[in-house]
């Protein structure tokens, strides 16, 4: 007969490897269940706006938001760029009134070439200057005026600059000088009389010692408004003008250049009153720009809340393939759950926000930063339109462009680094040898501007032409630089440039019609067939929830 004992024993040794086997099972099963969860994780991240509305019937909030923020983000830019060009004219013309006020027999784009080469010209140029300046509010058509600090005009400073000590004998090859510069200045008050019929005798015992003149400048300041936006129903600006006449005689080369330097500050007006509507006007831009605001904020929320899901989801997948396959990701399959597209619309809703509030601020004479506002809204604005390509790449037909640039990229730019070393050595050998006798080539930033108009074949004939032939030597070596330059960049870089993006191109499309190569990741999530109407991605959460219902139930029961 059997030993009672020994069959107890022998039954509870096998019910512990049966319950060793269950959860052995059971775990695996966990695992697979966990594996498939993720990878539908994976795949419904991945999805386009449409397929995801499919899946879950969440609704493409981010693609409305985008589209509506372009609307309005355009007609804000067009609004707020036609007022800009308003400042801007407005600018330009009183500089151009300016030269034709203040000096003598300007005409029309001889800016380069306005000087003076007598002594006589100096002193008719200068008091022709300081009368025009006395009698401005009588003779000027636009609403100029003096500046006042106080109760009192503020009075036009001649100063000249000269070396403190000089002794120059041409002929006889000897000079004596001490390069210190010394200034003098007068200073003449609006309500001054002049008389300027004889030079050299007069009331303000000015005079010029050419040897050890260096320059003179006569600086005053003026007034205006801008009244032309009162038509366009926005409030004027006043305006400060700071101008500077400079003749300069740094070179004692016997031609004394003279320019116009006129420095534009925009203030608010201190006591203003506009009968009419216009008040109302300004309060509705404003009310659409804060509307602008809280749809960019709403867009960088929900953009910003993506790349951190992303980010999340990036370092799910990165601890599960470690602890299961006992892999490492790979750099490239991280980085695409970092979407630059997201990004890229978080930056110009932060620039679009930025550059709106600067234009409530402007539209309401608390600040009159133009030029950073139109830098800020025309980035963002650029930036949104590129936005949408995006959107456009969920289509195969849209998407070759995008896929073409992202793949040639890296190329592009290790080419581009090494045709720069080569563009750089033209550009400093042509500023150096060139810049004297060639007027395109007198800086580098002109010297870049030319040889890149040149690649583009733009201008060719007037670069050879407008050399001079005063040295023989410079325009013989002149002709091999611009041919070799020619030559070298049409011809072989730029060719080779075309060829990389034109071999990325063929590549994609072959790809597109063959297939695209699989990553690591795109092979992971290969393995999940679920369709996005199939109801899976629905009920994701609510399997999770009764697996851990069922799991905590089974092993109460064990």
């Known amino acids: 007969m059997e030993n009672p004992e020994v069959a107890v024993s022998s039954c509870s040794a096998q019910d512990d490897e049966n319950l060793r086997s269950y959860k052995r099972h059971l775990s695996v099963s966990q695992e697979g269940l966990l594996e498939d969860q993720l990878r539908r994780k994976l795949k419904f991240f991945f999805m386009n706006p449409c397929e995801k509305f499919k899946a879950r019937g969440r609704k493409p909030w981010k693609l409305g938001i985008q589209l509506l923020k372009i609307a309005m983000v355009t007609i804000q830019l067009v609004v707020f760029g036609l007022s800009n060009q308003m400042v801007v004219a407005f600018k330009e013309e009183n500089t151009v009134a300016f030269k034709h006020l203040f000096l003598k027999g300007y005409m029309d784009r001889m800016d380069d070439t306005y000087a003076v080469y007598t002594q006589t010209d100096v002193y008719d140029q200068i008091f022709f200057a300081v009368n025009r300046y006395l009698q401005l509010p009588n003779i000027s058509v636009g609403n100029h005026a003096y500046e006042k600090r106080g109760a009192e005009e503020t009075a036009l400073a001649l100063c000249q600059q000269f070396y403190k000590r000089g002794t120059i004998c041409p002929g006889n090859d000897t000079f004596d000088i001490d390069p210190e510069i010394v200034t003098d200045c007068l200073y003449i008050e609006p ?31 003026l007034k205006a408004i801008n009244l032309q936006t009162v038509r366009h129903h926005e409030l004027p600006d006043c305006y400060d003008f700071t101008l500077t006449i400079v003749f300069d005689n740094k070179a004692h080369s016997g031609r004394i250049k003279i320019r116009l330097d006129n420095d534009i500050a925009i203030r608010e007006c201190k006591d203003w009153h506009v009968s009419g509507s216009i008040q109302k006007n300004t309060h509705y831009m404003m009310i659409f720009d804060a509307f602008v605001i809280l749809t960019c ?51 110009s809703d932060i620039l679009t926000i930025v550059g709106s509030t600067l234009k409530m601020e402007i539209q309401a004479k608390s600040l009159t930063s133009y030029d950073v506002c139109s830098i800020l809204l025309g980035t963002s604005t650029m930036l949104v339109w590129l936005g949408v390509i995006r959107y456009l790449g969920f289509f195969q037909k849209y998407n070759l462009l995008i896929l073409t640039l992202r793949a040639a990229l890296p190329n592009v730019m290790r080419f581009c680094c090494c045709a720069a070393m080569i563009y750089l050595g033209y550009c400093f050998c042509g500023w150096i040898v060139l810049g004297p006798y060639h007027v395109k080539f007198r800086s580098l930033n002109m010297v870049s501007e030319c040889l890149f108009s040149l690649i583009n074949g733009d201008d060719m004939f007037a670069t050879f032409a407008k050399m001079q032939q005063k040295s023989y030597l410079v325009w013989l070596f002149s002709r091999i630089y611009l041919y070799s330059f020619i030559s070298l960049f049409i011809y072989m870089v730029l060719s080779l440039f075309i060829a990389l993006i034109t071999d990325t191109y063929e590549t994609i499309k072959h790809y597109q019609q063959d297939g695209f190569p699989e990553t690591e990741l795109q092979t992971f999530i290969s393995q999940c067939k679920d369709l996005p109407n199939s109801g899976r991605y629905r009920l994701e959460e609510e399997s999770s929830a009764s697996l851990f219902c069922c799991c905590n139930g089974c092993s109460g029961h064990i």
Do not use: P
């Open 191 to 221: 309500t001054t009389q002049l008389d300027n019929t004889t030079v050299g005798k007069h009331n303000l015992n000015f005079t010029l010692d050419f040897h050890r003149l260096v320059a003179v400048q006569l600086m005053f300041n």
């Open 297 to 347: 904020l709403a867009s960088l929320i929900l953009c910003t809340r993506s790349v951190i899901k992303g980010i999340w989801l990036q370092r799910e997948f990165v601890s599960f393939f470690l602890s299961n396959y006992k892999k490492e990701v790979s750099f490239s399959d991280q980085m695409e759950f970092v979407n630059g597209w997201y990004i890229l619309i978080i930056v």
